[in-house]
């Protein structure tokens, strides 16, 4: 069965150090997103792909953080200059009609 | 005031029973995800609803719109069902519940 990958399951970095999460998503899937998950709270919408562009985004992606598709299959989450609060679990989802597939998920750990 | 509540927030249960989480949103939807995170943080989509009941092996799931409620419901629960279960509308984007914790216990 098809299914979404992510690389890294675990990433621990250094305050100040840029950060790229990768997704690979399913192949015939139009609509991409990240969320994220901190620790013991509930998972937040981050930003939806479509078409190559950025089809929404919430109050929490701000500048520090950019999504890009660079080879029609990866689907990358880059955040610059990572900061205390970032650390958190990413999740990547890929989605047709409506349905949505969930990656395992990147946790990320500032130091 | 959080725009999608679960009940109950931890749920414990022997093996074989039935198993009912509720959701209760507030704004107008376009569909509703039930969602299974487990232990490890993997999410799994169990359901997509529009309008009512949807069902896969031992969950069913049901959505009221007009009550703008949902439940999921798992018979003859089992100890491999033990996970967070997640409640998620969609308005421009997926606003999620807080989840509710199950643990069911042989």
């Known amino acids: 069965e098809p299914e979404v990958t992510q690389t890294p399951s675990h990433q621990v970095t250094q305050m100040g150090q840029e950060v790229i999460l990768r997704c690979v998503p399913i192949s015939n899937h139009l609509y991409f997103y990240w969320y994220r998950q901190i620790l013991g709270q509930k998972v937040e919408f981050l930003v939806s792909f479509y078409n190559n562009e950025i089809s929404e985004k919430s109050e929490i992606f701000d500048d520090q953080f950019s999504v890009e598709r660079p080879d029609g299959s990866n689907f990358t989450l880059k955040i610059r200059s990572t900061k205390l609060e970032d650390s958190a679990m990413y999740f990547c989802a890929s989605g047709v009609s409506g349905e949505l597939f969930f990656g395992e998920g990147s946790r990320l750990t500032v130091l | 005031k959080n725009e999608v509540e679960q009940s109950p927030q931890n749920l414990t249960a022997q093996e074989g029973e039935f198993i009912t989480i509720n959701c209760s949103y507030s704004?107008?939807?376009?569909?509703l995800h039930w969602l299974q995170q487990h232990p490890g943080g993997g999410i799994v989509s169990l359901f997509m609803?529009?309008?009512g009941k949807k069902k896969h092996g031992r969950l069913i799931a049901t959505i009221n719109i007009q009550e703008k409620h949902s439940s999921l419901h798992i018979t003859a629960s089992h100890p491999r069902d033990s996970a967070v279960y997640i409640c998620a509308v969609k308005v421009d984007k997926l606003i999620f519940g807080t989840g509710t914790r199950l643990q069911v216990f042989p």
């Open positions: 704004v107008g939807i376009s569909a």
């Open positions: 609803l529009s309008s």
